[in-house]
């Protein structure tokens, strides 16, 4: 676009060649055709001087520009200078440094190994002097019964002393018979009938710190002669008889009354509890366990179900769907009585499986190399990979805690931590038969303690009435 001062310009030299020619014609005599010539002459050159002119400014100005645009790039390249110089020795600090740190990790790690080393050394002549002092034991004397070590948890544990036996008890004589299957079932049904169940509980301590980092609750019941039975002698029977189902809740009430307890005092510490395949597969024991675990979803990441690998292989649907209801409520669950080291860990992941129980003796034999597709040393980080802990159970001696030091094993379990102790009872025993004289319709209420407000459990019924908090 032209600039008005040019036009300006054009204007003026026209006006000075055409007055000149108007001069020259009036006033020197010219006549019109000579006062054109030299009007257009002047014109000519007045035009020639400007145009040269403003060639002359425009390249001084462009000199000035490209002055200024070399000094800038001389700035611009020192400043470049300047910042490859710093780099450089930012580079040969951060070598130095790195050269420094590797040598103090070399030398941590040196040091690491040592105390490793010696650790495993103490452990091994621990175990070489218990061995000692046990072989030396003379045989003519009765050796005092050890109690094993108290775990440093949160409950108190009941001291049952030894009962008194006669003195033909001292005397060899044989096994006492087994209580036949009515026997069993009889007892089954007075333990659901009186809401008459005992609890017993096995730490679960971290290796090799041995700190309580759980419980694994145990059922007994008693039979007509006052005797207990394990529940690996019930099971089976309860089972047949429809009687799993109750069994299963009143174990899992009182898991959780435990649990309650315990979290009072640590909110870390959780409870294994074992559950029968047989109640999953039962539409309505489940919904009463259900019902139970559903109003107390605020400690489900503390309570563990426990199932056996058996059960778990030759589960159903009407299983599966149960488990994936349990597994929604945000309750984890654990696989125990393993037999074998064939384990799918992402397919028990994908169930909500979050800890398996191996038996220490399963780990280290070397027979199991072959029969497993996996070297037991491998096993803790396959299942790691899938967030599932292996738990060594059945330890019973010092030398088998240093051989699975080496299995990158995170809890134990065992006779050599503590065996299963019963509770002090404090207000969660069930109502017995001899304070209430109907048995059958008797109830047991427990607070179940929240933050909010206390919710009502009641007992074979299975009637939660539940808190106004949830």
Same mark, same amino acid.
């Given at each position: 676009?032209?600039?008005?001062?040019?036009?300006?310009?054009?204007?003026?030299?026209?006006?000075?060649?055409?007055?000149?020619?108007?001069?020259?014609?009036?006033?020197?005599?010219?006549?019109?055709?000579?006062?054109?010539?030299?009007?257009?002459?002047?014109?000519?050159?007045?035009?020639?001087?400007?145009?040269? &002119?403003?060639?002359?400014?425009?390249?001084?100005?462009?000199? +000035?520009?490209?002055?200024?645009?070399?000094?800038?790039?001389?700035?611009?390249?020192?400043?470049?200078?300047?910042?490859?110089?710093?780099?450089?020795?930012?580079?040969?600090?951060?070598?130095?440094?790195?050269?420094?740190?590797?040598?103090?990790?070399?030398?941590?790690?040196?040091?690491?190994?040592?105390?490793?080393?010696?650790?495993?050394?103490?452990?091994?002549?621990?175990?070489?002097?218990?061995?000692?002092?046990?072989?030396?034991?003379?045989?003519?004397?009765?050796?005092?019964?050890?109690?094993?070590?108290?775990?440093?948890?949160?409950?108190?544990?009941?001291?049952?002393?030894?009962?008194?036996?006669?003195?033909?008890?001292?005397?060899?004589?044989?096994?006492?018979?087994?209580?036949?299957?009515?026997?069993?079932?009889?007892?089954?049904?007075?333990?659901?009938?009186?809401?008459?169940?005992?609890? =017993?509980?096995?730490?679960?301590?971290?290796?090799?710190? #041995?700190?309580? #980092?759980? =419980?694994?609750?145990?059922?007994?019941? *008693?039979?007509?002669?006052?005797?207990?039975?394990?529940?690996?002698?019930?099971?089976?029977? +309860?089972?047949?008889?429809?009687?799993?189902?109750?069994?299963?809740?009143?174990? %899992?009430?009182?898991?959780?009354?435990?649990?309650?307890?315990?979290?009072?005092?640590?909110?870390?510490?959780?409870?294994?509890?074992?559950? &029968?395949?047989?109640?999953?597969?039962?539409?309505?024991?489940?919904?009463?366990?259900?019902?139970?675990?559903?109003?107390?979803?605020?400690?489900?990441?503390?309570?563990?179900?426990?199932?056996?690998?058996?059960?778990?292989?030759?589960?159903?649907?009407?299983?599966?769907?149960? %488990?994936? +209801?349990?597994?929604?409520?945000?309750?984890?669950?654990?696989?125990?009585?393993?037999?074998?080291?064939?384990?799918?860990?992402?397919?028990?992941?994908?169930?909500?499986?979050?800890?398996?129980?191996?038996?220490?003796?399963?780990?280290?034999?070397?027979?199991?190399? &072959?029969?497993?597709?996996?070297?037991?040393?491998?096993?803790?980080?396959?299942?790691?990979?899938?967030?599932?802990?292996?738990?060594?159970?059945?330890?019973?001696?010092?030398?088998?805690?240093?051989?699975?030091?080496?299995?990158?094993?995170?809890?134990?379990?065992?006779?050599?931590?503590?065996?299963?102790?019963? %509770?002090?009872?404090?207000?969660?025993?069930?109502?017995?038969?001899?304070?209430?004289?109907?048995?059958?319709?008797?109830?047991?209420?427990?607070?179940?303690?929240?933050?909010?407000?206390?919710?009502?459990?009641?007992?074979?019924?299975?009637?939660?009435?539940?808190? *106004?908090?949830?």
């Amino acid at each position: 676009m032209v600039r008005i001062s040019t036009i300006f310009i054009a204007i003026c030299m026209v006006l000075i060649s055409a007055s000149l020619g108007l001069v020259l014609y009036a006033l020197a005599g010219f006549n019109l055709s000579e006062s054109a010539i030299i009007a257009l002459a002047t014109l000519t050159f007045l035009i020639l001087y400007n145009a040269i &002119s403003m060639r002359l400014r425009d390249r001084n100005d462009a000199a +000035a520009q490209i002055s200024d645009l070399s000094r800038g790039t001389a700035d611009l390249a020192r400043q470049v200078a300047e910042f490859g110089r710093r780099l450089v020795a930012l580079e040969q600090r951060t070598t130095a440094l790195d050269a420094t740190s590797q040598e103090r990790v070399q030398t941590a790690l040196g040091e690491i190994n040592e105390l490793g080393t010696l650790m495993k050394q103490l452990a091994v002549s621990v175990a070489a002097h218990d061995e000692q002092l046990t072989a030396g034991v003379r045989p003519a004397q009765a050796p005092e019964t050890p109690q094993p070590p108290r775990p440093t948890g949160d409950l108190e544990w009941v001291e049952t002393p030894a009962p008194r036996q006669p003195p033909s008890a001292a005397m060899p004589h044989p096994a006492a018979a087994a209580p036949s299957h009515q026997q069993v079932l009889a007892a089954i049904r007075r333990a659901v009938d009186t809401n008459q169940i005992e609890l =017993y509980l096995q730490p679960l301590v971290t290796l090799p710190q #041995r700190k309580v #980092r759980f =419980y694994e609750a145990v059922s007994r019941i *008693r039979d007509d002669n006052d005797q207990q039975i394990a529940a690996s002698d019930f099971i089976a029977a +309860a089972e047949s008889s429809g009687l799993m189902g109750p069994l299963d809740h009143m174990v %899992l009430l009182r898991c959780i009354q435990v649990l309650r307890r315990l979290m009072v005092r640590n909110k870390d510490v959780g409870v294994f509890c074992n559950l &029968s395949t047989a109640t999953l597969g039962n539409p309505d024991a489940f919904a009463q366990c259900l019902d139970l675990l559903e109003a107390n979803r605020a400690i489900a990441p503390s309570l563990v179900l426990e199932f056996k690998q058996a059960a778990l292989r030759r589960i159903g649907p009407t299983e599966s769907e149960h %488990l994936a +209801a349990l597994a929604q409520r945000g309750y984890r669950f654990s696989v125990d009585h393993v037999s074998d080291l064939r384990i799918e860990p992402r397919e028990l992941a994908d169930r909500g499986v979050r800890f398996i129980k191996v038996p220490a003796h399963l780990l280290l034999d070397q027979k199991q190399m &072959s029969a497993s597709d996996i070297h037991p040393a491998d096993l803790a980080d396959l299942l790691g990979r899938f967030g599932i802990d292996l738990v060594a159970e059945r330890i019973e001696g010092e030398r088998t805690v240093v051989d699975l030091l080496d299995y990158d094993v995170r809890y134990g379990q065992g006779f050599l931590f503590a065996p299963p102790r019963p %509770l002090r009872p404090e207000g969660t025993q069930a109502t017995t038969a001899a304070t209430d004289p109907k048995p059958a319709a008797s109830r047991t209420e427990v607070r179940a303690e929240t933050r909010n407000e206390p919710a009502r459990l009641t007992g074979n019924a299975a009637l939660v009435n539940r808190s *106004r908090g949830r």
